[in-house]
């Protein structure tokens, strides 16, 4: 599976519903890093095929959306975006993680093992 375009509306529905719900309840069954980027931003560019293969790699174990921060501006807005690439790492039952900034693939892969994809036992 590739990654997946996000609006903000779909976000509302597979994510989180922040206009109706204060406290953070993730809505999807999988965990998911969110890729917040702009089209004109290097560092985006050089994270995007790293999340593609990870996409990949981890299909079925894991999502990874992508929110394009200059359309998707309310949804940045909620988030605080302020700088870009910016990734939100959500496991299904914890809070989320925000990180700045492009990480190698070798950090992102951690991170996923660490925190998303937790081996059972």
Known sequence: MATVQLTTEDFKKK???????KEWKYAGELPA??????DWCGPC?????????????YDGKLVIYKVD???E???S??????????????????QPMMQKG?????VLKQVIEEHLVKKAG
């Open 102 to 106: 492009a990480l190698p693939k070798h």
């Open 69 to 71: 921060t200059e359309v």
């Open 15 to 21: 994510v989180f519903d922040y206009e109706n719900n």
């Open 33 to 38: 890093i969110i890729d917040f980027y702009a």
């Open 45 to 57: 560019k050089m994270v995007a095929p790293i999340l593609e293969e990870l996409a990949k790699e």
């Open 73 to 75: 501006q309310e949804l």
């Open 77 to 94: 807005g909620a988030f605080g975006i302020q700088s870009i690439p910016s990734l939100l790492f959500i496991p299904v039952d914890q």
